[in-house]
């Protein structure tokens, strides 16, 4: 059964993404949603940073800094989860030994907001619908720097530039708690 998403707070997030896909990561300046954040000293020295899952309702996704790096929290519908392994034959490298998501929880994936290419940053793409880009969209990634896709696990797609999936950053779940980072 797949989730009701609010359109008008999918739009809202397009638009963040969409400012974040014009800017490489080395000089990303977007409004990051406010975690909980230790300062900015021991996020330079790569403090963990938690986030509280409860603000993010089924097909958003957030985005937090952790060392200087933008990370995406995306939360997935039922629909998504449904239709990532149709697309593991398109992927590089389906990396189901990771689980469907590429993360130790059912409901959401973390990402390391880089493309694996040259480092742009990817567009979240989460409809579905025909792109220019893929008449067959399933939602995901798009970096319109060189044409990267990426699937919402953060899998490529094989056939691009970006040689690798999304990195995931080391992360833990604690309840409805993201810890980013290493445990504190
Ligand atoms: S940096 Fe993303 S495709 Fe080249």
């Known amino acids: 059964m797949s989730e009701k998403v609010d359109p008008k707070r999918r739009k809202a997030l397009l638009i963040t993404s969409g400012v974040?896909?014009?800017?490489?990561?080395?000089?990303?300046?977007?409004?990051?949603?406010?975690?909980?954040?230790?300062?900015?000293?021991?996020?330079?020295?790569?403090?963990?940073?938690?986030?509280?899952?409860?603000?993010?309702?089924?097909?958003?996704?957030a985005v937090v800094e952790w060392r200087r790096t933008p990370i995406f929290i995306v939360h997935q519908t039922e629909q998504a989860k449904q239709n990532l392994p149709k697309l593991n034959e398109k992927m590089v490298d389906p990396a189901l030994e990771e689980g469907l998501l590429r993360s130790s929880n059912d409901k959401f994936s973390v990402l390391k907001g880089v493309c694996t290419h040259l480092s742009c940053a990817p567009k979240y793409y989460p409809e579905i619908e025909p792109k220019a880009w893929d008449q067959e969209w399933l939602g995901g990634f798009f970096c319109p720097c060189h044409g990267s896709k990426f699937d919402l696990a953060g899998r490529v797609y094989k056939g691009v530039p970006a040689p690798v999936n999304l990195?995931?950053?080391?992360?833990?779940?604690?309840?409805?708690?993201?810890i980013i980072g290493d445990a504190v």
């Open 167 to 178: 990195e995931v950053p080391p992360h833990t779940f604690e309840g409805d708690t993201l």
């Open 20 to 61: 974040m896909g014009a800017v490489t990561v080395a000089g990303f300046a977007v409004p990051f949603l406010s975690a909980w954040n230790p300062s900015e000293k021991a996020k330079a020295m790569g403090a963990s940073v938690k986030f509280d899952l409860t603000k993010l309702d089924a097909g958003a996704m």
